[in-house]
């Protein structure tokens, strides 16, 4: 099976940076997947690693090292509107699939 | 812009109806879409795979007979909640992938709620 842990909130001050960690326990790991949940809404693509290191996208980065079954996304200068809930997803390539299983996600507050 | 596009995205109707969700993909074939399901703060649920051309595989504890799923195009599958009930009531939310190496995309959901 899969077992995925995040953090279940957090809070962080506008213009702050935030760092959210995922650990991982899986077997036919095929990349790791950061998705924005706002309230009532469904899930938006951020970041992906499918290799170790850090991948950078504007102000979110993802950081993936898969020894330590371990990610973070990070969120640099935060705005109001990064309020939401942030999913970690593992995706696993067991019997061609390409399954995703989600984390239960973090729910981040941005305060002023 | 959106890349999978999901109907209807509200439904209310009474218990014993039948309830029929669209998910396309937009501008790319997708061989296989997902269908997922999530209740009030809790994160999303695998339902079934859709593979176009071929049956759904259901995780386990998803009633095939109940929750139907037809992909019979590369940029269509739909999910039909057969005789709802209100514990069917939820947040239904469909996703694609155009190629193995790359991210899923979600449809925008829909909210369904049995009365």
């Known amino acids: 099976g899969q077992n995925i842990d995040q953090p279940t909130e957090m809070t962080a001050t506008e213009g702050a940076i935030v760092q959210i960690n995922c650990t991982y326990q899986?077997?036919?790991?095929?990349?790791l997947f950061w998705y924005q949940q706002h309230a009532g809404e469904a899930p938006t693509f951020l970041s992906y690693?499918?290799?170790?290191g850090l991948e950078e996208k504007g102000r979110f980065s993802s950081f993936l090292s898969r020894s330590k079954g371990y990610s973070y996304l990070l969120l640099k200068e935060l705005q109001m509107k990064d309020s939401a809930s942030y999913l970690c997803?593992?995706?696993?390539?067991?019997?061609?699939?390409?399954?995703?299983?989600f984390g239960k996600g973090t729910k981040l507050s941005v305060i002023p | 812009g959106a890349v999978v596009s999901q109907h209807p995205s509200r439904v209310i109707c009474k218990s014993g109806t039948s309830v029929k969700i669209e998910c396309r993909s937009l501008?790319?074939?997708?061989?296989?879409m997902f269908w997922y399901r999530q209740f009030p703060k809790q994160s999303l649920m695998l339902m079934a795979t859709?593979?176009?051309?071929?049956?759904?595989?259901?995780e386990q504890g998803v009633e095939k007979d109940k929750f139907l799923i037809n992909h019979a195009s590369l940029t269509l599958s739909t999910l039909t909640v057969t005789s709802a009930h209100p514990e069917d009531s939820s947040f239904y939310i469909c996703?694609?992938?155009?190629?193995?190496?790359?991210?899923?995309?979600f449809g925008d959901g829909t909210r369904l709620s049995i009365l």
């Open positions: 996703s694609a992938m155009f190629s193995r190496d790359q991210p899923q995309h």
């Open positions: 899986t077997s036919g790991f095929n990349g």
């Open positions: 690693n499918v290799l170790d």
């Open positions: 997803a593992v995706r696993n390539s067991g019997a061609g699939s390409y399954q995703l299983t």
């Open positions: 501008d790319f074939q997708a061989t296989t």
């Open positions: 859709s593979n176009e051309g071929s049956k759904a595989t259901y």
